[in-house]
């Protein structure tokens, strides 16, 4: 059964750097689509970045050119790095596998 956990969140100026991580445990990871996802108060969830199996990375259009997805499938592991972070990137971070969800990390970006 597949267990994931985030971390690396935090509190930031706006205009700073976050590096998120994701730890999978339980699973062929290598095989799955990973994604990041992000849920502010008030709002859906929706969907950041995602990696697939073949390393084809795919981003939201709010995070395009600031947020970059990797993956090292020998760790069981999925990173965001964030950098020129805005006070609309506040939220909280979850990443998803095949429908499992982590608890989540929260961010939050100060003006």
């Known amino acids: 059964q597949m267990h994931l956990v985030e971390s690396g969140g935090g509190l930031v100026q706006a205009g700073g750097s976050l590096n998120l991580t994701c730890a999978a445990s339980?699973?062929?990871?290598?095989?799955?689509?990973v994604g990041w996802y992000r849920q502010a108060p008030g709002k859906q969830r929706e969907l950041v970045a995602q990696?697939?199996?073949?390393?084809?990375?795919d981003y939201a259009d709010s995070v395009k050119g600031r947020f970059t997805i990797s993956r090292d499938n020998g760790k069981k592991k999925v990173y965001l790095q964030m950098n020129s972070l805005k006070v609309e990137d506040t939220a909280v971070y979850y990443c998803n596998v095949i429908g499992v969800w982590g608890q989540g990390t929260q961010v939050t970006v100060s003006s």
């Open positions: 339980g699973t062929i990871f290598s095989w799955y689509t």
């Open positions: 990696t697939d199996s073949r390393g084809i990375l």
